[in-house]
């Protein structure tokens, strides 16, 4: 890209706002050299706004100077990444006219390659100790498997699942709402340092630029293009992590959900989102079997296997046809296993070299040790 378009991609982040399907539409069929000569020239209205809108955006123009903000970013080692260069994720130009003008980006490894195997973690800021821990377990287990952590830098399961990610030594991406020298929460200030540090701080807004509401909105569409899957750890239904959900199914990227107490409103807006099409994720494993590469499967879920599990059938139909107080005769034991007399007897002395039974005189009974894990507490059958 040539530095007259690099100049006006600069200019536009600073006039116009994050997402704005209409502008993308300007830089579609005029190119951003032009959208920045009509907006500061004072050229002919483009179409599709009114004379007030037209006005705003000419006032806001008034004051751009692209090559500062191009110093000040690269004062704190950001550079500008645009459509078109080879640090583009390509992904991001699934939103369409909706997709970033350009990115401010902070930090020292490809954006593009990153992003390539990454997996977004969001969710509730006012999260839950069940919330905190999960998310920081996602984003340790991610790393250790070599994915790379999206999320927002904000309170709650954002922070942890970057602090999960970089105790784990790994890789790890905060979607910024405001400029990549500001950084907000002001609590975190220490946290996004660091992620600058090892991972990567973006942002669609220019250096000293301040966040509002509609900005962490439209930051959301962010993260969920710019990864192969959204796991939301922790929402109610008025959430922005639902958002991210949402732009991620719209994407075709795959959508996750952390189930949480049924009780909990903060779970609520994940339940809804899991009775949908989002599927649900307990753990690392589990999410890079949907976003990791083909045979990069979840291990299978089991319970633990008891010594009575590995007995042959007609070995564990007699030991359950000994009651769990008391000795029977071995004729009582044939007829409850449907079996005969015979093979019943022997099938009694094999448990009993296992250690299920013993004799009481003329009968068979369970052993102490064999009681518990034939009738476990809480069992259904």
Do not use: K
Request: proline fraction near 6%; aromatic fraction near 4%; include cysteine.
């Amino acid at each position: 890209m040539g530095d007259g378009a690099r100049l006006a991609r600069a200019a536009l982040t600073r006039i116009v706002e994050p997402g704005d399907e209409v502008v993308g539409r300007w830089l579609r069929e005029f190119g951003a050299e032009e959208v920045v000569r009509r907006v500061v020239g004072g050229g002919a209205p483009l179409p599709g706004v009114s004379d007030g809108r037209w006005a705003g955006l000419r006032a806001r123009a008034a004051d751009v100077r692209p090559e500062r903000d191009l110093e000040l970013a690269a004062g704190v080692g950001a550079r500008l990444v645009c459509p078109g260069d080879t640090e583009w994720p390509a992904q991001l130009d699934d939103l369409g006219d909706a997709r970033p003008v350009a990115l401010w980006v902070r930090g020292r490894p490809s954006l593009r390659m990153w992003a390539l195997r990454s997996v977004g973690v969001v969710g509730a800021r006012a999260c839950t100790d069940y919330g905190a821990r999960v998310a920081a377990s996602l984003g340790a287990g991610l790393a250790e498997r070599g994915s790379v952590v999206v999320s927002g830098g904000a309170y709650g399961v954002d922070a942890a699942a970057h602090r999960g990610t970089l105790g784990a030594s790994g890789a790890t991406v905060a979607v910024l709402a405001c400029g990549v020298d500001r950084p907000y929460p002001r609590g975190h200030i220490e946290l996004i340092e660091r992620i600058a540090e090892q991972g990567l701080v973006i942002a669609e807004l220019p250096p000293g630029d301040h966040p509002t509401r509609s900005r962490f909105i439209l930051r959301n569409r962010v993260i969920a293009a710019l990864t192969r899957g959204t796991v939301v750890v922790e929402a109610a239904y008025r959430s922005g992590a639902l958002g991210t959900a949402r732009w991620a199914q719209r994407l075709g990227r795959h959508t996750m959900g952390v189930p949480g107490p049924v009780t909990s409103t903060r779970s609520a807006g994940v339940h809804e989102l899991l009775r949908g099409e989002a599927v649900l994720v307990t753990d690392a494993a589990e999410v890079m079997e949907l976003v990791g590469d083909m045979g990069e499967l979840a291990p299978p879920r089991r319970g633990p296997v008891l010594p009575h599990d590995l007995l042959a059938p007609g070995a564990a139909a007699v030991l359950a046809a000994l009651p769990s107080r008391g000795a029977v005769g071995a004729g009582d034991v044939a007829r409850a296993a449907g079996t005969g007399v015979d093979d019943a007897i022997g099938r009694l002395y094999e448990l009993r070299s296992l250690g299920f039974v013993e004799r009481l005189g003329d009968g068979w009974q369970l052993t102490r040790q064999a009681i518990q894990p034939v009738l476990p507490e809480g069992d259904d059958q």
